[in-house]
């Protein structure tokens, strides 16, 4: 952890500050723990098999925009975008809170000529890094299993970069917010019933009314509708007013982390 710090330090005395230092230093620190890296993607892995292919066995074909699909092509586009979510989430969550909490690396950081908006897109470029890892490994492990159905499913994989920039975004702001380890409980509190109810397991069409709205504004509704689209082939105008809500919530979220480490390292 010295090393890495010192490293990302000198560098960036030497350097045209940029944010692809802290992504060098996540790189750094991160390779002894790859066992913990690699857990964000075999999780949805282990769902589809378990959900998607076992439990698909007893469960007719589902109709995406009017096309039939079997219940594992169904569900792999949402674990999909599932597995962009995960890889971006906790690094911008755990792992930011306790590198600006606990082990002050960003004051090192900004004791450089790098600033807060550095800090915000360095981190910001390794998540999608993570992210972009687990959701190319699943999409291969889609594709190996047949249940990939269309030509456009090429652009999935550059989908759930939009879903991974929304979530690092949204994640690293709200991060700046929190104060202890207890306020990530409601991290899980948001993130368990988006992934369960956000048409992951099944059309958002068994809800009624309100409760049907709230669910299609959550960002992951967003991130399977673009992926189930682009993998079954079944594309509308959804896919579009997904891909710019996704764009809108990382950039907003982007534009706040940068503001907020602004006022608490360097007010």
């Given at each position: 952890m010295a090393v890495s710090n010192y490293v990302l330090a000198d560098t960036a005395r030497s350097a045209r500050p940029s944010g692809r230092m802290l992504v060098v230093r996540n790189f750094i620190t991160h390779r002894s723990a790859w066992v913990v890296f690699a857990t964000g993607f075999l999780?949805?892995?282990?769902?589809?098999?378990?959900?998607?292919?076992?439990?698909?066995?007893?469960?007719?074909?589902?109709?995406?925009k009017g096309r039939l699909v079997t219940?594992?092509?169904?569900?792999?586009?949402?674990?999909?975008?599932?597995?962009?979510?995960?890889?971006?989430?906790?690094?911008?969550?755990f792992g930011i809170f306790f590198k600006l909490r606990y082990d002050k690396v960003y004051d090192g950081v900004l004791a450089t000529p790098m600033r807060p908006i550095n800090v915000a897109t360095g981190e910001l470029m390794w998540c999608l890094l993570r992210s972009g890892v687990y959701s190319l490994a699943f999409v291969l492990v889609m594709a190996a299993m047949g249940l990939v159905d269309s030509w456009w499913a090429v652009l999935a994989w550059p989908a759930t970069w939009l879903i991974g920039f929304a979530f690092a975004g949204a994640g690293m702001a709200l991060t700046t917010f929190m104060k202890s380890w207890q306020d990530f409980e409601y991290v899980q509190l948001a993130i368990i019933p988006m992934f369960l109810f956000s048409g992951t397991f099944f059309p958002?069409?068994?809800f009624d009314g309100p409760l049907r709205w709230v669910v299609e504004a959550t960002p992951l509704y967003r991130g399977v509708v673009l992926c189930r689209e682009l993998t079954t082939g079944a594309l509308s105008w959804d896919s579009l007013i997904s891909a710019v809500y996704l764009l809108a919530m990382g950039a907003i979220g982007l534009m706040v982390v940068s503001r907020r480490l602004h006022k608490i390292l360097l007010s």
């Open positions: 999780e949805p892995v282990l769902y589809l098999f378990s959900i998607g292919v076992g439990v698909g066995q007893l469960v007719d074909d589902f109709s995406v219940y594992a092509a169904f569900v792999a586009p949402g674990m999909l975008a599932a597995s962009a979510m995960n890889g971006a989430i906790y690094d911008s969550t958002v069409s068994v």
